[in-house]
């Protein structure tokens, strides 16, 4: 099989320069209105690493750096405010880019190379996303009970407020 490892790294900066203007553009994708470049490309760098070792190695069971990259990439996003279906449009941008950078050496391929190159980039993304996913809902539903747990003080407060109150009341 023919090697789209070597293009893709060599694409590497172009591939995320491509990605953050169509990102920064793209109006479904709000919360990234005053974030920094950095802040915005995050982990970008680290999937497209893990994807040119799986495309190096033709092999689909190499995600170690992916689940990595995904996971903080998750956690980061939620802590931005991100919606997900903004994370979504993110990877289904990358995607975009991602073949169409490596367009012109599909049409160099054969129809099986192409097809088990899409497999394995397909493969790639699914699983960066789905581990994104992850870590973005996790992260979450950690906010979500810590706001519960301020909910439950406040609450006491203020039950502590009300029965002070009415003892005061029935005092005077």
Known sequence: ???????????KEKIIEIWLKKICEDSRVEST???SKLAIIDHLDHVLTALTTVLAQHREDNFKTIVEASLSHGILRAEQGFD???IAREYHLFRQVIFSTL?????????????????????VVDEAIARCFNSYTQQRI???ENIQNQLALHN???SRFVRTSQ???SFL
Do not use: C, H, K, T
């Open 167 to 169: 003892e005061n009341i």
């Open 84 to 86: 997900a279906s903004e």
């Open 142 to 144: 950690q906010e979500l």
């Open 33 to 35: 209105e005053g974030l």
């Open 156 to 158: 006491q407060e203020l």
């Open 1 to 11: 099989m023919r090697d789209f490892s070597q293009p893709l790294f060599d694409n």
């Open 103 to 123: 367009e012109d050496y599909f049409l160099e391929s054969s129809p099986s190379e192409i097809m088990q190159v899409i497999r394995l980039i397909n493969s």
